[in-house]
C-alpha cells in the first residue's frame, strides 16, 4: 500500500510525496532507534506496548521528573508528581501520516497544551518536518513544563495558562535542568533562538517526488 502528502519545499514549490509500507516501517524503525539512543533512561523510560488493530506502534513513555497533574475534566487544580507518563501510537504511512499521543483521563498533565480529555496537543503535523522524534521531545519538555514548547497563542487548556506563566515567572519551571534528561552524547547544544526541540530525524528512505 502506498500513502501520499503534499509537501511545500523551502522554495514554496508544492510536491506530491508517497511512502509504501516498507519505507514507512523503515522510517519508523530509525526513529524509534534515535529516540532510544537520546534520552538517559534512568530518566525517560520506554517502553513498547502491544499494538491495536490499525496500530504500527504502540509506546508509554514515562518522565521520571517534578511535574504537575489533573484528575478529570473539571479539575483546575493542578497536584504535584514525580512521574508522568504519555502514550503514543503510530500509524502505518508515517512519516507523512500524523500520530496521536495522549495521558490517562485521570492522570493527565497539568498544561496549558494538554485538552482536558488526556489528549496531548502536538502542534500542526507537517510532512517530512514532524516526527516521533520531534513529538517525544515536545511531550518530554511539556512534561517538565519548559515554556520553551508551550503555545499560549493556541492553547488546549486555558484554564492553565496564568497558573504556568506564574511557574515560569518565579523560575520554578522548567522542573529539571535539560542535561539531566538526555544520554551524555545526546544533550544539545544551545541554539540561538535556545529553543529545546530537534528536527534530526533520519530522512524517509527512497522518497518518490512529483511536480503536484
Known amino acids: 500500500m502506498s500513502y501520499s502528502a ?4 523551502e522554495h514554496g514549490k508544492s510536491h506530491i510525496i508517497s511512502v509504501s509500507d516498507s519505507e514507512s516501517r523503515e522510517a519508523l524503525k530509525n526513529d524509534y532507534n534515535t529516540i532510544i539512543k537520546k534520552y538517559n533512561p534512568e530518566i525517560v523510560t520506554i517502553e513498547r506496548l502491544k499494538a491495536n488493530p490499525g496500530e504500527e506502534l504502540h509506546m508509554k513513555i514515562t518522565v521520571n521528573a517534578p511535574s504537575h497533574y489533573l484528575v478529570s475534566q473539571d479539575d483546575t487544580k493542578p497536584k504535584p508528581c514525580n512521574s508522568t507518563s504519555f502514550e503514543i501510537i503510530v500509524y502505518l504511512g508515517y512519516p507523512l501520516k500524523s500520530i ?11 498544561s496549558p497544551n494538554v485538552f482536558r480529555s488526556g ?22 519538555m511539556d512534561v ?3 515554556s520553551n514548547v508551550t503555545r499560549y497563542d493556541s492553547m ?3 484554564t492553565l495558562e496564568k497558573w504556568h506563566k506564574e511557574g515560569v515567572a518565579e523560575k520554578r ?11 551524555p552524547a545526546m544533550v544539545p547544544l544551545p541554539s540561538r533562538s535556545e529553543r529545546i526541540i530537534s528536527s534530526d530525524a533520519p530522512p524517509l528512505p ?3 517526488r512529483t511536480n503536484a
Open 6 to 9: 503534499n509537501y511545500v519545499d
Open 119 to 140: 489528549v496531548a496537543c502536538i502542534d500542526h503535523w507537517i510532512p517530512l518536518v514532524s516526527s516521533l522524534v520531534t513529538v517525544v521531545e515536545k511531550l518530554i
Open 206 to 208: 527512497r522518497r518518490n
Open 173 to 183: 519551571f522548567p522542573t529539571m535542568n535539560l542535561s539531566k534528561i538526555y544520554t
Open 156 to 158: 488546549a487548556n486555558p
Open 100 to 110: 496521536s499521543a495522549f495521558y490517562p483521563k485521570d492522570r493527565y498533565l497539568a
Open 144 to 146: 517538565i513544563h519548559n
